[in-house]
């Protein structure tokens, strides 16, 4: 059974420019989250969608987006890119999204905004 | 507002010895609590979790305890190996929330 597959690995990007992450999430799971992980930082929380619906929305500016495809694939955006956005970004899937089902992790993005 | 805390940063142990990681949390809607382990360059590796029902719950050398009361939960790692050096991240989660709530994680470092 294949993983949380996120593409690409890595970015590199310049300020004020655009980016589009994806997350393939593991068969059979409808709920893919999305979190941001810096140095010396935890997971912070972005957003999460189950059937193509965001449920719940981390504490980020409007520049962060997101959307979840029918097959459960899911993409982030970031625009007007900030020497801040860069991090490691860090999708997961589990099969409903709620307490007692454990979430599985791609191995993230890493974004870098020069 | 950080609602888990992982309040020491790294812990370093003999091989062979047991580890212990520390988390607490200011949320007392939380009702699973997770602990994830993670290598640099990769995602996070899931590990053990414990529902609030309970306060212990063991998988092989992982052992994880649940104090409700304390608002506290610890990782045991016995015996600890060197290819127990990571970042471990201890998470929560609340029902309907449809997110975790991570702590900054403890860098470990098993030395032979």
């Known amino acids: 059974k294949a993983g949380v597959t996120q593409t690409p690995r890595y970015l590199i990007k310049t300020r004020g420019q655009q980016v589009t992450l994806s997350c393939s999430p593991i068969?059979?799971?409808?709920?893919v989250s999305w979190y941001q992980q810096t140095p010396g930082q935890g997971l912070q929380f972005l957003f999460e969608?189950?059937?193509?619906?965001?449920?719940n929305k981390g504490n980020f500016p409007g520049r962060f987006s997101g959307r979840q495809f029918s097959n459960s694939r899911s993409e982030m955006n970031v625009s007007t890119l900030e020497l801040g956005d860069s991090a490691l970004y860090l999708c997961a899937s589990s099969q409903t999204g709620n307490s007692n089902t454990e979430a599985f992790f791609g191995q993230g993005t890493r974004l870098t905004v020069v | 507002d950080q609602q888990v805390k992982q309040n020491s940063p790294s812990l370093s142990v003999q091989e062979g010895r047991i580890s212990i990681l520390n988390c607490d949390y200011t949320n007392s809607m939380f009702d699973y609590f997770l602990w994830y382990k993670k290598y640099p360059a990769e995602g996070p590796t899931f590990l053990i979790s414990?529902?609030?029902?309970?306060d212990k719950n063991e998988d092989g050398r992982f052992t994880v305890f649940l104090n409700k009361s304390a608002k506290h939960l610890s990782l045991h790692i016995v015996p600890s190996q060197p290819g127990d050096s990571a970042v471990y991240f201890c998470a929560a989660h609340r029902s309907n929330d449809y997110k975790l709530s991570f702590g900054a994680g403890t860098t470990v470092t098993v030395r032979a």
């Open positions: 969608y189950f059937s193509e619906t965001q449920r």
């Open positions: 068969s059979g799971h409808r709920s």
């Open positions: 414990i529902s609030s029902i309970k």
